[in-house]
Nanobody, 130 residues
Framework: QVQLVESGGGLVQGGGSLRLSCAAS????????MGWFRQAPGKERELVAG????????YYADSVKGRFTISRDNAKNTVYLQMNSLKPEDTAAYYC???????????????????????WGQGTQVTVSS
C-alpha cells in the first residue's frame, strides 16, 4: 500500500505563495497519475489539480487556473503544488492523492476525474488571511 506524506502547508497572507510537496513510497511512482484535492470546512472535497504519470498532461480546476501549478519529479517520488496569488477562499486542508496507472487508464480523464483517485495522504492545512 502506498504512503503519501504532504508537507508545506501553513499560514500566509492573501496574495502570498506556498509550495506543497507530497512524497510517495514505493518504486512505481512514475506509473501513476497524481492529484491534489482540498476540502474546506462544510464543503465537499474537490479536485484542484491533476497530473499524468509522465507529467505531460495537467488539469486545473477553474478556481485555481493561472495561479496554481502542479508538477512532479519521478526520480524523487514527489509531486508538488505551487500556489501563487493565494486568496482567503483557498483556505482548506490539501490532500495528495494517487490516481490510476498509465497502463490501466488512458487519456486525460485519468487525472481529470475525481473518481479515479483511490489513495490519499493525511493532508496539510493551508490558511490564507485577508
Amino acid at each position: 500500500q502506498v504512503q503519501l506524506v504532504e508537507s508545506g502547508g501553513g499560514l500566509v497572507q492573501g496574495g502570498g505563495s506556498l509550495r506543497l510537496s507530497c512524497a510517495a513510497s514505493g518504486r512505481t511512482f512514475s506509473n501513476y497519475a497524481m492529484g491534489w484535492f482540498r476540502q474546506a470546512p462544510g464543503k465537499e472535497r474537490e479536485l484542484v489539480a491533476g497530473i499524468s504519470s509522465s507529467g505531460g498532461g495537467t488539469y486545473y480546476a477553474d478556481s485555481v487556473k493561472g495561479r496554481f501549478t502542479i508538477s512532479r519529479d519521478n526520480a524523487k517520488n514527489t509531486v508538488y503544488l505551487q500556489m501563487n496569488s493565494l486568496k482567503p477562499e483557498d483556505t482548506a486542508a490539501y490532500y495528495c492523492a494517487r490516481g490510476p496507472t498509465f497502463y490501466g487508464c488512458s487519456g486525460a480523464g485519468c487525472y481529470r476525474s475525481p473518481g479515479q483517485y483511490t489513495d490519499w495522504g493525511q493532508g496539510t492545512q493551508v490558511t490564507v488571511s485577508s
